[in-house]
């Protein structure tokens, strides 16, 4: 199995910023993909933004310009530089990763545990 470790939540003023990290873990995998999504109290799982191993990457509308999401292949991480920081990017950010599992021969999507963000205004 794929663990995914995330970090670099926390509390922020607005304006300011912030990088969250996600590693993925484990043994004879590939990742495919990697993103963050997020979830506010009261709405729905959105996708903030994911990134392929090839370098392709897609954005909210409400964060283009402002993050920035990024990887390294070869340690099976990727980081989400966020900055500009509103109140309205509070919420929970959980990593995901769709990877190829060399054992089973299969693909899988993981998700983390999920780290807090908060921007005071």
């Known amino acids: 199995q794929v663990q995914l470790l995330e970090s670099g939540g926390g509390l922020v003023q607005a304006g300011g910023s912030l990088r969250l990290s996600c590693a993925a873990s484990?043994?004879?995998?590939?990742?495919?993909?990697m993103g963050w999504y997020r979830q506010a109290p009261g709405k729905q799982r959105e996708l903030v933004a994911r990134?392929?191993?090839?370098?392709?990457?897609d954005y909210a509308d409400s964060v283009k310009g402002r993050f920035i999401i990024s990887k390294d292949n070869a340690k099976n991480t990727v980081y989400l530089q966020m900055n500009g920081l509103k109140p309205e990017d509070t919420a929970v950010y959980s990593c995901n990763a769709e990877a190829f599992l060399y054992y089973s021969s299969r693909r899988a999507t993981y998700w983390g545990q999920g780290t807090q963000v908060t921007v005071s205004s």
């Open positions: 484990g043994s004879n995998f590939r990742v495919n993909v």
């Open positions: 990134i392929t191993t090839g370098g392709t990457a």
